[in-house]
């Protein structure tokens, strides 16, 4: 991540979205309609808000091949402690889209635990291609470029 700051320490990890959010009002007129929105929610960084993206498990992702454009759309569990709502991120038009995961110890962690861990923070920026998106978890990270993004919470039905 270019801004935000992620550090290992004993027993967790230091969150710092301080640079990023500093930075942010001066990429917001660089970045795409839907992605500026989701950025600039004043919960998106607010780390006992229910809408913080932090904490949240991604539940799936679905990539779609149409005619002309890839679309993507990642959907979020809530942390039962934390969010009341589902998060669904929408991408139009994605030219790049990667995940990787990192070190598993099925010991270290509750049985319910995903692969790729909780959602730590994410970061998003202007893009010559739309914007960028990286997602920073506690045992993997994704990132995606796209034209735009839609983000939306919900409830289940």
Not at 25 to 49: I, K, M, T
Not at 52 to 76: A, N
Request: hydrophobic share 40%.
């Amino acid at each position: 991540m270019q801004f935000i700051k992620i550090a290992n320490i004993q027993g967790g990890f230091s969150l710092d979205p301080d640079k990023y959010l500093d930075a942010l009002p001066e990429l917001l007129a660089d970045l795409p309609e839907g992605a500026a929105r989701f950025a600039a929610d004043p919960d998106h960084y607010n780390f006992f808000g229910s809408r913080c993206v932090k904490d949240l498990k991604i539940e799936q992702m679905e990539l779609r091949d149409l005619h002309g454009r890839i679309e993507l759309v990642i959907t979020f569990a809530p942390n039962q402690f934390k969010h009341e709502q589902w998060l669904r991120i929408a991408y139009s038009d994605v030219t790049s889209f990667e995940v990787s995961a990192s070190g598993w110890k099925p010991a270290e962690v509750w049985p319910e635990t995903r692969r790729l861990g909780d959602v730590q923070l994410d970061e998003i920026l202007p893009h010559e291609r739309g914007c960028s998106h990286e997602i920073q978890l506690t045992r993997g990270r994704g990132f995606i470029v796209a034209r735009d993004l839609s983000a939306e919470w919900y409830d289940p039905e």
